[in-house]
């Protein structure tokens, strides 16, 4: 059994940057794919960035593209999304999930293990 917790969320304004954590314990996280999905106002939840168990492997949204980037650290049992650039349009609660496959990771549906969340709000 894997908990996680994300951190890193907050207010920010157009243009500025946050970083947020996906913090996992309860299991051998180096063995989980990591996903970021996001669930905005009035949209369905919507997959944002995925990374391998390795790290070897990222895959990001199109509107995410040049301005997140996913990383982990195993040794910290951690998963980053940094994100720049921010945009209105990223305010939404952001979700970390682990699986423990290497494929399909762009579908919530093959996730095993989600996280409460973090609210990013992006707002002058």
């Known amino acids: 059994q894997v908990q996680l917790v994300e951190s890193g969320g907050g207010l920010v304004q157009p243009g500025d940057s946050l970083r947020l954590s996906c913090a996992a314990s309860?299991?051998?996280?180096?063995?989980?794919?990591v996903g970021w999905f996001r669930r905005s106002p009035g949209k369905a939840s919507e997959f944002v960035a995925a990374?391998?168990?390795?790290?070897?492997?990222?895959s990001h949204a199109d509107f995410v593209k040049d301005r997140f980037t996913n990383s982990r650290d195993n040794a910290k049992n951690k998963v980053y999304l940094q994100m720049n650039s921010l945009k209105f349009e990223d305010t939404g609660v952001y979700f970390c999930?682990?699986?423990?496959?290497?494929?399909?990771?762009?579908?919530?549906?093959?996730?095993?293990?989600w996280g409460p969340g973090t609210q990013v709000t992006v707002s002058s």
């Open positions: 999930a682990a699986h423990s496959g290497g494929v399909g990771l762009l579908k919530s549906y093959v996730y095993d293990y």
């Open positions: 309860g299991g051998t996280f180096s063995r989980f794919a």
């Open positions: 990374i391998t168990d390795t790290g070897g492997w990222t």
